[in-house]
């Protein structure tokens, strides 16, 4: 089972920021999380992932709440382009044989 | 840089019939995976390689999937024979290296996409 929660579907204006919620109450100290997205017809594509601390990249910012329980994707100025389907993801935890366990993701709807 | 290649990108066969899945990971990737994604859903790991071996095919159904990776370049993936339950998009995906404790995102190919009639 997936071991994270995100809101089935949202919308955002183009050129706002997006901002993609993801609960993960249950995460272990030792457990990443990592986003990405999969815009129709295609294979998912990375966007970022992050432990504790903040991070950014040219995509998108990852912000991690203190207690780790929660995290928001932070997508700058959203474009047409970035409809999609977006997966929020708990790395299982073990080095030699990790998985990724995904959800079903929020479907972003960027409208003009 | 080309990415993952995948083919067919599109396959329909009727129930019992087999159908063969080939993917190409991009050049130097040592780690291969196939993912299933049913509509509405997120992909789910089939198998993984580091290099020929498989070293996770816990989630294969065993009974009608199998999988290899000769010379642990390129890839196939098999079911014989389909059923009807097996209609969906299969995924390739390819990362650097193993896993360690600095991450290695995964490349996914484009995906192909099984109807079995």
């Known amino acids: 089972d997936a071991k994270t929660t995100q809101p089935t579907s949202m919308d955002c204006a183009e050129g706002r920021a997006a901002n993609l919620p993801c609960n993960h109450s249950?995460?272990?100290?030792?457990?990443?999380v990592y986003w990405y997205r999969q815009i129709h017809s295609q294979g998912p594509q990375y966007i970022i992932h992050?432990?504790?601390?903040?991070e950014t990249n040219e995509m998108a910012s990852l912000i991690i709440t203190e207690d780790r329980k929660s995290s928001t994707l932070i997508l700058p100025h959203a474009t047409l382009r970035d409809t999609a389907v977006y997966y929020c993801?708990?790395?299982?935890?073990?080095?030699?044989?990790?998985?990724?366990?995904w959800g079903a993701g929020t479907k972003l709807i960027i409208k003009p | 840089e080309a990415g993952v290649v995948q083919s067919p990108r599109y396959k329909i066969i009727e129930k019992k019939q087999p159908v063969a899945f080939w993917c190409n990971p991009i050049?130097?990737?040592?780690?291969l995976y196939w993912y299933l994604q049913n509509l509405g859903q997120g992909p789910e790991l089939l198998i993984r390689?580091?290099?020929?071996?498989?070293?996770?095919d816990s989630q294969l159904p065993k009974d009608r999937f199998s999988a290899e990776r000769l010379k642990g370049v390129d890839s196939t993936l098999k079911i014989q024979p389909a059923e009807l339950g097996d209609s969906a998009v299969y995924l390739c995906?390819?990362?650097?290296?193993?896993?360690?404790?600095?991450?290695?995102?995964?490349?996914f190919g484009p995906g192909t996409r099984l109807t079995v009639l």
């Open positions: 995906a390819s990362s650097p290296r193993r896993g360690g404790s600095s991450y290695n995102e995964q490349f």
């Open positions: 050049s130097g990737h040592n780690t």
């Open positions: 390689y580091e290099n020929e071996e498989a070293v996770d």
């Open positions: 249950t995460i272990s100290g030792n457990e990443y």
């Open positions: 992050g432990l504790k601390n903040n």
């Open positions: 993801i708990v790395r299982t935890s073990g080095d030699s044989n990790y998985q990724l366990i």
